[in-house]
């Protein structure tokens, strides 16, 4: 069956993960698919700026409520980044596997991308 531009734009496409349990803050998250275009800003800015706070960043467009919405604004990065890196990392983690991003969409970004993990790095 061929697709029309209106059944290709009215099509949910997008998912929720969750709920999430974050223990260390007392409940639980849910984790957005983010759109195409964001995740194109996302990676434009990573590629260009070697940007600062990868893991919070990625964080701030994808942990949303049970409604879909998201819980952070961009402004919000560095408050964000200043929560427990293990469970940013953990949160981070399952936010990437689940808006897909392959071993090839890393190696597009450049070095010093999440699959260069350092030797403080808690994930596998």
Excluded: C
């Excluded at 195409?36 to 996302?42: K, L, M, N, W």
């Excluded at 604004?73 to 560095?78: I, K, L, P, R, S």
């Excluded at 408050?79 to 399952?94: A, H, P």
Aim: proline share 2%.
């Amino acid at each position: 069956m061929a697709l029309s531009k209106k059944a290709i734009l009215a099509a949910k496409d997008t998912k929720l993960k969750g709920p999430v349990a974050v223990p260390e803050w007392g409940g639980d998250v849910y984790l957005r698919t983010i759109s195409g275009s964001e995740r194109d800003q996302f990676e434009d800015a990573y590629s260009e700026q070697k940007m600062k706070a990868f893991r919070a960043r990625f964080l701030v467009l994808t942990l949303a409520d049970d409604a879909g919405e998201r819980l952070f604004q961009d402004d919000e990065v560095e408050t964000l980044g200043k929560k427990s890196s293990v469970v940013i990392n953990r949160l981070f983690d399952e936010a990437w596997a689940h808006n897909a991003f392959t071993q090839e969409a890393v190696d597009a970004l450049g070095e010093g991308s999440p699959s260069a993990q350092s030797g403080g790095s808690t994930s596998a």
